[in-house]
C-alpha cells in the first residue's frame, strides 16, 4: 500500500471561463520512495501537489493512502489527517520568528498531541541527527539559509507522517546545500518507510529520486525511475 492517484482532473471557473489545470492525472507512490514533479511554470505541479497536501480540493478522481480515501474526508478528519500523517516543506522555512530552534518543532510536535516533554526529546532528537545540536537555543535570525531549511526539514518529521510533500524546497539554496537538503530528505523518507513528493526544477537533484514525473499542460507528460 501507498498513495494512489487516479484519474485527477482540477478545473477552476465555469462555462466560457473554464479553465482544465490538471487533466487525467495517474500514478502510484510506494512507501520509501521519493517522487520528483518536474515541469515549466504552470504545468500543474503545485495545484497537484496542493491536491494531494488535502489543501485543494479536486475536481475528479481518486486519491488515497493506504486505501483510505483522504480528500474526501469532513474538513474537521481532514485537518487531523494534515497535522498526523502528513508533513509539508516549503521554498521558505517560515520559521516562527520569536521560537528557538527546539521550539519550532516542540510546538508542532504538542499540536499533533504529544506531550511537552516528549516532543522537546523528540525535537532535540531530530536536530541533533541534522547537524544543529549547537543551534537548539538558537532563533531563526541567527541561522543561515541552510540551517533554516534542515529547520524545517525535521519539523516536517516531527509528526512521523506517512507522507511528506516538498515544494521547491532548495530553491533558496546553493548548489551544495541543496544537494545536501534533498539527501536528508530522501534519507528520511527511506528510514522511516514513508512517501516522499517533492517539486523542483532543478535536475541536479533528479539522481535522488526514485521516479521523476513531468507534467506538462496538466498532463503526465514522462514517468522515469
Same mark, same amino acid.
Given at each position: 500500500m501507498g &498513495?494512489?492517484?487516479?484519474?485527477?482532473?482540477k478545473s477552476f471557473g465555469e462555462k466560457e471561463a473554464k479553465t482544465q489545470v490538471l487533466n487525467d492525472i495517474t500514478f502510484t507512490a510506494d512507501k520509501g520512495e521519493l517522487i520528483v514533479l518536474n515541469g515549466a511554470s504552470g504545468s500543474g505541479k503545485s495545484t497537484l501537489l496542493s491536491i494531494i497536501g488535502g489543501l485543494l480540493g479536486k475536481s475528479s478522481g481518486e486519491i488515497t493512502l493506504d486505501d483510505l480515501d483522504y480528500v474526501n474526508l469532513s474538513d474537521k478528519k481532514l485537518t487531523d489527517m494534515r497535522l498526523n500523517q502528513i508533513g509539508f516543506i516549503f521554498q521558505s522555512s517560515h520559521l516562527i520568528p520569536y521560537l528557538n530552534v527546539t521550539d519550532q518543532l516542540t510546538y508542532v510536535g504538542q499540536m499533533a498531541g504529544m506531550g511537552k516533554k516528549a516532543a522537546k526529546e523528540r525535537a532535540e532528537k531530530l536536530l541533533t541527527e541534522?547537524? &544543529?545540536?549547537?543551534?537548539?537555543?538558537?532563533?531563526?535570525?541567527? &541561522?543561515s539559509g541552510g540551517e533554516k531549511q534542515r529547520v524545517a526539514i525535521m519539523r516536517a518529521w516531527m509528526n512521523q507522517p506517512k507522507m511528506i510533500l516538498a515544494d521547491e524546497p532548495t530553491a533558496s &539554496?546553493?548548489?551544495?546545500?541543496?544537494?545536501? %537538503?534533498?539527501?536528508?530528505i530522501?534519507?528520511?523518507?527511506?528510514?522511516?518507510?514513508?512517501?516522499?513528493?517533492?517539486?523542483?526544477?532543478?535536475?541536479? %537533484? @533528479?539522481? @535522488?529520486a526514485d521516479k521523476v514525473i513531468k507534467l506538462s499542460d496538466g498532463r503526465i507528460e514522462d514517468k522515469t525511475s
Open positions: &498513495l494512489v492517484v487516479e484519474h485527477v482532473t541534522i547537524g &544543529l545540536s549547537h543551534r537548539l537555543k538558537s532563533y531563526p535570525n541567527a &541561522l &539554496l546553493d548548489s551544495k546545500r541543496a544537494i545536501e %537538503v534533498v539527501k536528508m530522501k534519507n528520511n523518507v527511506k528510514e522511516n518507510n514513508s512517501i516522499g513528493i517533492m517539486i523542483t526544477h532543478d535536475e541536479r %537533484v @533528479f539522481e @535522488f
